[in-house]
């Protein structure tokens, strides 16, 4: 992998809840890796700004061009909520995630999401506008006043996922990117973890409270750390090996699971559930959509200051119209009923203002951060692990302070560090990343990988329901899963690469199809065994020349090319010298 060209390199952090960007140029990174260029949002709701937008979409009536994003997507939807001329359009919001519960389903080209009144439109034209935006949006930034002084194939961008997205998902980030006009030799996909860490190892970042030395970056080579990357949607958990001039290796692959911020979103909705009923909630959401998304809005800064040890109670601004849809339909009022609820003395309604005691607010933390620690502490057990005394949080989750103190007090063993804005930690570890990714110096494979081949039959090694007789008249069994390599093991980028060969059986065969297969099992036997299922296909066409015609036992071989954040294969005709190089391409439908 070259990075010689790479003048520009960008990097884009499309997340569930909250997207941004930011970019280097290559003189600045030789100077100082840690340098980035991040673009400071304007919400449009007084002079608040923030270095991340919502990751909200609003689609044209066309359903194929972006009207806006981010908060400029929320406002002008409100404006639209106004003027009654909202069901024209379509607005998306935190899809990201509507994306990653279907990864269990199997992707398929022509897969669709929903927006918010439950329409839908093909999900790889919702991630390629709003990629196509965020790339336009940073580019316009970085070239201001240097256009002609850098050309297109100097400029390089990465755009980050979550560790625990399978391999169709990543592929699916790749032709949504391709979709918005980025050729695939100008992107990488990044994992968040590797690149969370890569950032850490090159800055001093001391443990808050602390007067130490004590940092990632400062951490002696072959020191073991856990990084949990907390989101929106998902937490990522995987551990990373400190080497030496701030590489990494990773040591045990990714884990987690769908425990992010939006599972603490859904209890605040449960619990405005619990004050007005159901019909209210719904009637409110459907009715008033632009108090609704300010309160949302609201909530979402609430979720992360907040420090649930402070004194007094949490307050939020709750609207006139919610407060009037309860008397109208109930024809009683709000703030008595709370007064005589399950609530009363936690919850009360002054001046316009919804105040919250601090138990109730953390309640709505519970199920999310219970899961999480849970984990965390059943990993702790791991005979990996146990030794382990250093944590790294971040992700815009991380930044909570209720999540923070939960995690602390869980492991009072570990040394817990937070950094400084740890919501944009992934993005300037993708952008150290893009200038140079041969720090990541070895990744831990999640599958076993092979291929489906026809090996002649074994009689008490293969099974008789695959045995069948082929058309060079020899007995063959079917379905035979051929082993590459295997979960678990250690693989180098641009180092890790294994070879096996094929043979023809047929004089008159003209192609020969290659069937790639991924497994969660050590040693599959067969391609249909349970865990296993086919992650691709390559076909490799033979030439036509009399001197190869009609020739049996012709030599094919296929090579994988592993480490990297997609697989290469490489098939290639021994008699000709013909070679065919892919990444794998999922066979979706």
């Known amino acids: ?44 709701s007084g002079n608040l700004m923030t270095e991340k937008t919502p990751t909200c979409a609003l689609v044209n009536p066309d359903g194929k061009t972006l009207k806006a994003f981010g908060y400029d997507a929320e406002n002008e939807y409100r404006e639209l909520l106004d003027r009654g001329d909202d069901k024209m359009f379509y607005f998306f919001k935190r899809f990201q995630m509507k994306l990653y519960s279907k990864i269990g389903k199997g992707f398929k080209r022509d897969m669709t999401i929903e927006d918010e009144l ?56 790749y032709e949504a990117a391709e979709q918005a006009g980025i050729c695939k030799e100008q992107l990488t996909i990044a994992l968040e973890p590797e690149a969370t860490s890569l950032y850490c190892r090159h800055v001093h970042i001391n443990k808050p409270g602390d007067i130490g030395d004590d940092s990632i970056g400062t951490l002696p080579n072959g020191t073991k750390y856990i990084v949990i990357n907390a989101g929106g949607g998902t937490i990522d958990l995987t551990v ?27 209890e605040f909705e449960n619990l405005l559930i619990r004050l007005v009923g159901r019909t209210v909630f719904e009637k409110f959401k459907d009715e008033e959509k632009e108090d609704w998304l300010e309160m949302q809005r609201e909530f979402e800064f609430r979720k992360r200051e907040t420090n649930v040890d402070s004194e007094g109670k949490i307050s939020m601004r709750i609207p006139t119209s919610l407060t009037d849809l309860y008397n109208n339909h109930t024809q009683l009022d709000l703030r008595t009923s709370l007064e005589f609820s399950e609530y009363a003395g936690d919850i009360e309604l002054k001046r316009g203002k919804m105040k919250i005691s601090n138990e109730v607010f953390a309640n709505m933390f519970e199920s999310s951060v219970t899961k999480i620690v849970d984990y965390l502490t059943s990993l702790l057990f791991d005979g990996l ?11 815009g989750y991380s930044e909570s302070r209720v999540l923070h103190r939960a995690v602390t007090e869980a492991l009072p063993g570990i040394q817990v560090i937070r950094p400084d804005e740890a919501s944009m930690i992934v993005l300037r570890g993708a952008l150290i990343y893009g200038h140079n990714p041969v720090l990541i110096s070895e990744r831990i494979l999640k599958y076993t990988y092979g291929t489906n081949y026809t090996p002649l039959f074994i009689e008490g090694i293969h099974p008789h329901d695959k045995r069948f007789k082929s058309k060079d008249g020899k007995i063959r069994c079917r379905n035979v899963f051929n082993k590459f390599v295997t979960t678990g093991q250690t693989v180098k980028p641009g180092e890790t690469q294994l070879t096996d060969t094929y043979f023809t059986p047929s004089r008159r065969q003209k192609a020969m199809l290659f069937e790639i297969y991924a497994s969660v099992n050590e040693n599959p036997v067969n391609t249909d065994d ?17 001197h190869t015609r009609n020739r049996r036992d012709r030599k094919v071989t ?14 290639e005709d021994k008699c000709t010298g013909k070679k065919k190089i892919t990444t794998i391409d999922f066979p979706w439908k």
Request: proline content about 2%.
């Open 558 to 571: 296929l090579t994988m090319l592993f480490g990297e954040t997609e697989i290469i294969v490489e098939v």
């Open 118 to 173: 439950g329409r839908s439109l093909l999900a790889a034209d919702v991630f390629g506008m709003s990629i196509k935006f965020l790339v336009e949006d940073m580019l316009k930034h970085a070239c201001k006043g240097i256009e002609g002084l850098i050309e297109s194939f100097e400029i390089h961008l990465v755009i980050t996922v979550p560790a625990l997205w399978s391999d169709a998902a990543k592929q699916f980030m």
């Open 1 to 44: 992998m070259t990075t010689t060209k790479r003048l520009l390199v960008g990097a884009i952090d499309f997340g569930t809840t909250f997207s941004g960007w930011a970019y280097s140029f290559k003189h600045d990174y030789d100077l100082d890796p840690t340098k980035a260029n991040i673009k400071h949002w304007l919400s449009g």
């Open 385 to 395: 692990l146990k030794e382990m005394r250093v944590l790294l949080m971040v992700g």
């Open 240 to 266: 990373h090996e400190a080497g030496s001039e701030h590489t990494l290796r990773e040591v045990k692959p990714v884990s987690g699971g769908e425990w992010g911020g939006t599972m603490v979103n859904t």
């Open 530 to 546: 349970e865990g296993c299922f086919e992650i691709g296909r390559l076909r490799i066409e033979f030439d036509k020349e009399r």
